[in-house]
């Protein structure tokens, strides 16, 4: 079993928080660059943030800058995005991903989870 395993979504007000957790296999995953993705209604599956194997290097889509921080504890094999002062357009199903190469950032990812829900009412 590789595939990741997301949680934490849910239903939250505008300008609320939540976090999103990725649960993987660290042999699968330790070495490796992981990223969350999304696709929300009628929407392609868009980058929201990555980060590199030893938390160091992270990357986050312009939408997100500012207000998402994505971490990882390799300890619990577990990554982290940290989502504050959402806003209705954040709604989405969240996917984590690792890079089938890199230990830096992800461009080819390729074992995904099966999402976690994330509702933003007005």
């Known amino acids: 079993q590789v595939q990741p395993v997301e949680s934490g979504g849910g239903l939250v007000q505008a300008g609320g928080s939540l976090r999103v957790s990725c649960v993987a296999p660290?042999?699968?995953?330790?070495?490796?660059?992981v990223g969350w993705f999304r696709q929300g209604p009628g929407k392609e599956r868009e980058f929201v943030a990555s980060?590199?194997?030893?938390?160091?290097?992270?990357y986050y889509a312009d939408s997100v800058k500012d207000r998402f921080a994505i971490s990882r504890d390799n300890a619990k094999t577990t990554v982290y995005l940290q989502m504050n002062s959402l806003k209705s357009d954040d709604a989405a199903v969240y996917y984590c991903?690792?890079?089938?190469?890199?230990?830096?950032?992800?461009?080819?990812?390729?074992?995904w989870g099966q999402g976690t829900r994330v509702t933003v009412s007005a």
């Open positions: 660290a042999h699968a995953f330790d070495s490796y660059a």
């Open positions: 991903a690792r890079d089938r190469f890199s230990g830096v950032v992800v461009r080819t990812p390729d074992i």
């Open positions: 980060v590199s194997w030893d938390g160091v290097n992270k």
